[in-house]
T-cell receptor
Framework: AQSVTQPDIHITVSEGASLELRCNYSYGATPYLFWYVQSPGQGLQLLLKYFSGDTLVQGIKGFEAEFKRSQSSFNLRKPSVHWSDAAEYFCAVEGTGGFKTIFGAGTRLFVKA | GAGVSQTPSNKVTEKGKYVELRCDPI?????LYWYRQSLGQGPEFLIY????????DSGLPNDRFFAVRPEGSVSTLKIQRTERGDSAVYLC?????????????FGAGSRLTVL
C-alpha cells in the first residue's frame, strides 16, 4: 500500500524568498504524484501532478516539483513566495493499480512580510 | 454541476444520533471519493466508488460508517450511533475515473460536530 510523509509540519518563509516543501512516498512501483493546496476557508485545489516523463513538472501559481525516484521524493518548490501563498500544502500519491489517492499530513506555510 | 457540492456544510448532532452527509459530484465524473479531515491532519481516505459500486472501502473506520451511490452520481455517507471522535470535516471529491493520475476535484466539505 502506498503512503506519504511530509516531514515538516509548518514552515515560515519571508515574502520574496524561495520555498521548498518536502514529500517522501512509499510505493512499490512508480506512483502518480500530486500536490494540493488548501487555503483558509477554501477547498483543496490541485497545484500540479506527475504522471510520467519529465521529472520536473510545472504547476499553477509558479510552483514546480521534481520527482526523484532514487530518493522516493517529490518536493515542491517556488522561487519567490508571495503572501497569498500562505496555506496548507498536501502531497498525495495514487497507486498505479487503482484510483485510491493517499494524502500526507500536510505542511502549513506561513509567509512573513 | 459546475463543482462538487456537499450538504450540509455544517452539522451539529448529539452522541448516539444518526447522520447523513450528501455529495453531488461533477456531472459525468464516474469516480467519487470520501475523505475525513481532522484538525491539523491531512485528508484520510474512507471509500471510493467507480460508478455505483464501492471499489475500495478499506478506509471506513468501523461498521458504523456506510456510504452509497445508488445511481452512480449522488452519494450519501451515513454514520450511525455517532461518537465524539467522529467530529471532523468530511470531504467529498470526484474525478473522471480514467486510468492514470486521477485528478480529484473537492467539495467544500461538511463539518460534523458531535456533542
Amino acid at each position: 500500500a502506498q503512503s506519504v510523509t511530509q516531514p515538516d509540519i509548518h514552515i515560515t518563509v519571508s515574502e520574496g524568498a524561495s520555498l521548498e516543501l518536502r514529500c517522501n512516498y512509499s510505493y512499490g512501483a512508480t506512483p502518480y504524484l500530486f500536490w494540493y493546496v488548501q487555503s483558509p476557508g477554501q477547498g483543496l485545489q490541485l497545484l500540479l501532478k506527475y504522471f510520467s516523463g519529465d521529472t520536473l513538472v510545472q504547476g499553477i501559481k509558479g510552483f514546480e516539483a521534481e520527482f526523484k525516484r532514487s530518493q522516493s521524493s517529490f518536493n515542491l518548490r517556488k522561487p519567490s513566495v508571495h503572501w497569498s501563498d500562505a496555506a496548507e500544502y498536501f502531497c498525495a500519491v495514487e497507486g498505479t493499480g487503482g484510483f485510491k489517492t493517499i494524502f500526507g499530513a500536510g505542511t502549513r506555510l506561513f509567509v512573513k512580510a | 454541476g459546475a463543482g462538487v457540492s456537499q450538504t450540509p456544510s455544517n452539522k451539529v448532532t448529539e452522541k448516539g444520533k444518526y447522520v447523513e452527509l450528501r455529495c453531488d459530484p461533477i456531472s459525468g465524473h464516474t469516480a467519487l471519493y470520501w475523505y475525513r479531515q481532522s484538525l491539523g491532519q491531512g485528508p484520510e481516505f474512507l471509500i471510493y466508488f467507480q460508478g455505483t459500486g464501492a471499489a475500495d472501502d478499506s478506509g471506513l473506520p468501523n461498521d458504523r460508517f456506510f456510504a452509497v451511490r445508488p445511481e452512480g452520481s449522488v452519494s450519501t455517507l451515513k454514520i450511525q450511533r455517532t461518537e465524539r471522535g467522529d467530529s471532523a470535516v468530511y470531504l467529498c471529491a470526484s474525478s473522471e475515473g480514467t486510468a492514470g493520475a486521477n485528478v480529484l476535484t473537492f467539495g467544500a466539505g461538511s463539518r460534523l460536530t458531535v456533542l
